[in-house]
């Protein structure tokens, strides 16, 4: 089991431009999950899927963020014309759907630096 | 919106000392708690989870649960420098996968 797959691991954009994050859940995991995390927020909800459905969203900068599952194997996070204000370490991280209160399993993350 | 708060911000614990660490939730329907730890430069493991009121142990970690106050508490016995780390309390609603995740306690445990 190689756990959660993000890529890339780093990543450095300039102001303006658009940033693809990838993410591979755990196989066999339904529920997949977004942060950010950066010193001074913390680990910050974005958003969440659940059987590939878009289930809450609530925590997404609603003009420039966007997020997809277009299959179980993986999940997208793009950040369209990226600030400075961006740069963050994301993380997604997977759990199984089987029963709530479930454990989170988190990828490495990518750190996003924009210039 | 469902916070997580944490305290202390920062602890220093000699090794071989007790460390405990505290959250509450201010919501009043969160059913699921959880203690996660993250190493410098490493992702969020999972620690401890707690759901039911009392009390959890698990080798050195000991964690304990007042739904009635929402509160729960964090505490590491004889600490160890490997345990130098970001302690995040987190918290979930019965039918739900949303996790809210409070700030953390950064613990540095002092050789």
């Known amino acids: 089991n190689a756990g959660v797959i993000q890529t890339p691991r780093h990543k450095v954009t300039g102001k303006g431009q658009e940033a693809t994050l990838w993410c591979e859940p755990i196989s066999g995991h339904s529920a997949v999950f977004w942060y950010r995390q950066t010193i001074v927020q913390g680990l910050e909800f974005l958003t969440y899927?659940?059987?590939?459905?878009?289930?809450?969203d609530s925590g997404m900068p609603k003009e420039r963020f966007s997020a997809q599952m277009p299959n179980q194997s993986h999940s997208t996070l793009k950040i369209q014309s990226t600030q400075p204000q961006d740069s963050a370490v994301y993380l997604c991280?997977?759990?199984?759907?089987?029963?709530?209160?479930?454990?989170?399993?988190f990828g490495p993350g990518t750190r996003l630096t924009v210039l | 919106q469902q916070k997580v708060q944490q305290s202390p911000e920062s602890l220093i614990v000699p090794e071989g000392g007790m460390a405990s660490l505290n959250c509450t939730s201010s919501d009043r329907n969160v059913d699921y708690f959880w203690w996660y730890r993250q190493h410098s430069g490493k992702s969020p493991k999972m620690l401890m989870?707690?759901?039911?009121?009392g009390e959890k142990e698990e080798g050195r970690f000991t964690v304990h649960l007042n739904k009635a106050s929402l509160h729960t508490s964090l505490h590491i016995r004889d600490s160890q420098p490997s345990d130098s780390a970001l302690y995040l309390c987190?918290?979930?609603?019965?039918?739900?996968?949303?996790?809210?995740f409070g700030s953390g306690t950064r613990l540095l445990v002092s050789p």
């Open positions: 989870s707690i759901f039911s009121n």
């Open positions: 899927f659940r059987n590939q459905a878009p289930i809450d």
């Open positions: 987190a918290a979930s609603r019965a039918g739900g996968y949303k996790v809210v």
């Open positions: 991280a997977s759990s199984p759907l089987g029963g709530q209160g479930a454990e989170q399993f």
